[in-house]
């Protein structure tokens, strides 16, 4: 085995393969690392391949389209132990890798390039980029998963390639960049970051990189990795300020800072009381999900939680929900009927008729939610070893 594989992702690079490649045989020559230059190329049409293969780098042909398809198939063919991935636009200078060597070789499993530490070169960067979306999504990045990574999007980035092996990455387009190190820092892996420069391109045509809508696939990554923030967090603060604002309505109309809040508030509750509750359990069943595949990693306090909740107990504390409702219901209805089932004060009804509906409802959500658990908590059957033929077994 190598000990280090630089690759490059290249689509119609011809301009500037050549200087990227050579660049890295420096390095490699300079430092005496026993490594290769690999190119996953994913269709060129511009003799890219011939290029490459003329000045000594290995060439493998990728024919799921995306940057992430590109490098995830070169990242399977590197035969180095580490492998340092950057743009083939030579707008990285591979001549001076020796940082992410050193910190590789230190133990990390992931080294990222931080361009806005090391240096953006004038031009090199649009300015949405450079002051809105990289920033923006890099901090949401760091919020979220509690990362020192300051540059998500780095393109230079070294790592071990049997670390970043074993998260099994899939994104075929450039929502690569992030989930690499989202899925790195869930699964505990050592990253660093070293400063890096970034040269404007030397491509003649526009970049392959589309703005909004590469920035909403990493915003969706960022989203979609994240249950806690995405349906926990914000499920517990409706549910929350629902519930008190329910019970407080539920007796009568509340005056607040001189302002009167009666039935129309009520209904308001009674909505965020719904949403937050169904919330905590998406957050639930997407976790579950989420192990169930190792997308992320459980603790201790899910796999209780997994031990407790079944279908039964989710059956029955719908019913309870639902029995309440239905009691609640009835009651307003016997209390009508006594009245001679005249006509109904609006603020009146109002407040049974919402404390039985929301009852229901939430009997609905346990018992449904609880059965979807338990679909997506069933054991998956292992398929039985096949059974020697009788001949074979007399052999």
């Known amino acids: 085995m190598k000990e280090l594989t630089i690759l490059m992702p290249c689509l119609n690079e011809a301009e500037t393969l050549a200087a990227c490649i050579t660049k890295a045989q420096g390095f490699l020559s300079r430092t005496g690392i026993d490594g290769e230059v690999l190119i996953a190329d994913n269709g060129s049409t511009d003799g890219s391949q011939a290029i490459a293969e003329s000045l000594g780098a290995r060439v493998v042909p990728v024919p799921r389209k995306g940057y992430g398809a590109a490098l995830g198939a070169g990242i399977a063919a590197a035969e180095g132990r580490y492998v340092i991935m950057g743009d083939s636009d030579d707008s990285y200078d591979f001549s001076r890798l020796d940082a992410f060597v050193e910190r590789l070789r230190d133990g990390a499993d992931l080294v990222m390039g931080n361009r806005f530490a090391g240096g953006i070169a004038p031009g090199a960067m649009p300015v949405l980029h450079r002051y809105l979306g990289n920033p923006v999504l890099s901090t949401i990045g760091r919020v979220l998963y509690r990362t020192p990574v300051r540059d998500f999007h780095c393109g230079l980035r070294g790592f071990n390639r049997a670390a970043i092996l074993n998260l099994r990455l899939d994104t075929p387009g450039m929502e690569f960049a992030s989930e690499m190190v989202i899925r790195s820092t869930l699964s505990g892996l050592r990253i660093e970051e070293v400063p890096t420069t970034l040269s404007k391109d030397g491509r003649s045509r526009p970049p392959h990189l589309k703005s909004w809508r590469d920035g909403w696939r990493h915003l969706k990554l960022l989203l979609t990795f994240a249950p806690f923030s995405l349906f926990l967090f ?8 629902g519930l008190a604002a329910f019970v407080a309505l539920l007796a009568g109309p509340v005056t607040l800072f001189g302002a009167r809040f009666d039935t129309a508030s009520l209904i308001l509750a009674s909505a965020l009381v719904l949403t937050g509750f169904q919330l905590v359990w998406f957050h639930v069943l997407a976790r579950l999900f989420a192990v169930r595949f190792e997308l992320l990693p459980t603790s201790a306090r899910f796999e209780r939680l997994r031990n407790w909740l079944t279908v039964d107990v989710a059956c029955r504390y719908g019913a309870a929900f639902l029995i309440l409702g239905v009691t609640v219901a ?6 009508w009927a006594r009245a001679g089932f005249g006509d109904l004060d609006p603020g009146t009804i109002a407040r049974p008729a919402a404390l039985a509906v ?6 609905v959500q346990s018992v449904t939610n609880g059965f979807l658990w338990g679909l997506l908590n069933q054991r998956v059957p292992q398929p039985a070893a096949p059974q020697a033929s009788p001949v074979a077994a007399q052999a």
């Open 234 to 241: 914000p499920g517990l603060a409706l549910l929350g300020t």
């Open 330 to 335: 009835l009651a307003a209805v016997t209390a």
């Open 358 to 363: 929301v009852l229901a409802t939430l009997g």
